[in-house]
């Protein structure tokens, strides 16, 4: 017969103090046990980037690891008596900080010559692969994507079609609105890399085409007949001077007649 020595005072209170911090109801004290390791998922926040490749949008982490992919494509199917078309487009801010995606479901009669349903949702991607917002309803106006970026994707404008006309809607990258309009006719949407001044180019039936600018801090707005940028490109300087090519036409710091 063997015989266990007796334990030592200091170890018994240990194991005294031990059991006593077991949970008082058997079954939670199993359940704990049981309940498999939390194992966090991978993320990529404050150092990720996205990046536009092929037909996908990948984000990578510090170490160059693929944290998140977002296939950029189109399919077809038989829905019922018609064909549903889906297609998700996207693109990244320069800095590669921040995504958008867009998906389009669209839903013709078998002949495609109908257009019986489209559902559109634009979604805002974040550092980490995170969905920071999205806006239901937005697509690309005729002559750009349905939304642009600052470089460094803090400030956002998107796209929005409604009943005879557009939203032009600029927010931050958070989804907090800073500016918003509606206008007839929009063909194109643009923020200057600073995110400080959105252009957008529309036109009124039997109208010629104009161009719009708007100071995001002030709300101030100057309207340019587009026929003054047919021999140079619009653009808009951090401090606030709109050009056609490399001529002056107006100056948002400046008092303008």
């Known amino acids: 017969m063997t015989t266990v020595p007796p334990l030592p005072g200091g170890l018994i209170l240990a194991v005294c103090l031990l059991c006593a911090s077991r949970p008082a109801n058997a079954a939670e004290a199993v359940a704990d046990e049981a309940r498999p390791p939390v194992t966090a998922a991978p993320s990529a926040e404050g150092d990720g980037r996205w990046s536009k490749q092929g037909s996908s949008l990948v984000l990578y982490d510090s170490s160059g690891t693929i944290v998140t992919e977002i296939p950029l494509a189109s399919s077809e199917e038989t829905a019922g008596p018609g064909t549903r078309v889906a297609r998700t487009t996207g693109g990244t801010s320069a800095d590669g900080r921040f995504a958008w995606t867009l998906e389009k479901r669209t839903t013709w009669n078998s002949p495609k010559t109908k257009l019986i349903k489209e559902d559109r949702l634009l979604r805002y991607h974040g550092t980490s692969g995170r969905e920071l917002w999205t806006q239901p309803g937005a697509d690309a106006p005729p002559h750009s994507d349905p939304a642009s970026l600052s470089r460094s994707g803090e400030t956002v404008a998107v796209a929005i079609p409604n009943d005879g006309g557009w939203t032009v809607s600029v927010r931050t ?73 490399t001529r002056l036409l107006h100056d948002f710091k400046k008092k303008n007649p």
Request: no cysteine; net charge negative; charged share 20%.
């Open 173 to 245: 990258f958070v989804g907090t609105p800073v500016w918003e309009t509606a206008t007839k006719g929009l063909s194109s949407i643009f923020l200057n890399p600073e995110g400080t001044y959105a252009l957008f180019r529309w036109t009124e039936l039997d109208k010629s085409a104009t161009h719009s600018f708007v100071e995001l801090a002030t709300g101030a707005r100057k309207d340019i007949p587009s026929d003054e940028f047919v021999l140079g490109s619009a653009s808009v300087t951090a401090d606030g001077k709109v050009f056609s090519g």
